[in-house]
Structure formats: C-alpha cells, structure tokens
C-alpha cells in the first residue's frame, strides 16, 4: 500500500528551511517519543509489569515494527 503525506504551505516552507541536520535532529526527537508513547502504552495495558520488561518490549516492538 502506497501513501501520500500532503503538507500545508506552512509546514512545507518550515521543512524546506531546515538544514540536513535539523531534519535528522527532529527525527530522532521523533523516534524517542514514538518510544516514549509506546512505553506509557504498556504500562497502562500492563500494569503488574516491571519496567525492565516494559523497555524489553519497547525494544522488541521497534525492532520488529512495519509500516
């Protein structure tokens, strides 16, 4: 399946202006709350777990994921 992101005008001109490594920069800061979010995810489904398994899960979720 094939999917298009359609950007406004703004948020178009915003990345336009971004040099290579605030690009990577804003990535990484969302890869780390994707992570984050997931985290919370799990302790909220998964109460009793201890949060050396919710991080295991996390790394076992993003080692695994598909788009």
Known sequence: MRTT???D????RILKAMTAAQKLKAA???YYSARQLKAASLRDRH???SE??????V????LYART
């Open 5 to 7: 992101m359609i950007m």
């Open 28 to 30: 990484e800061r969302l």
């Open 47 to 49: 109460p009793d777990w």
């Open 9 to 12: 005008g703004e948020a178009r």
């Open 59 to 62: 790394r076992e979720v993003f």
């Open 52 to 57: 050396e398994t919710i991080r295991a899960a």
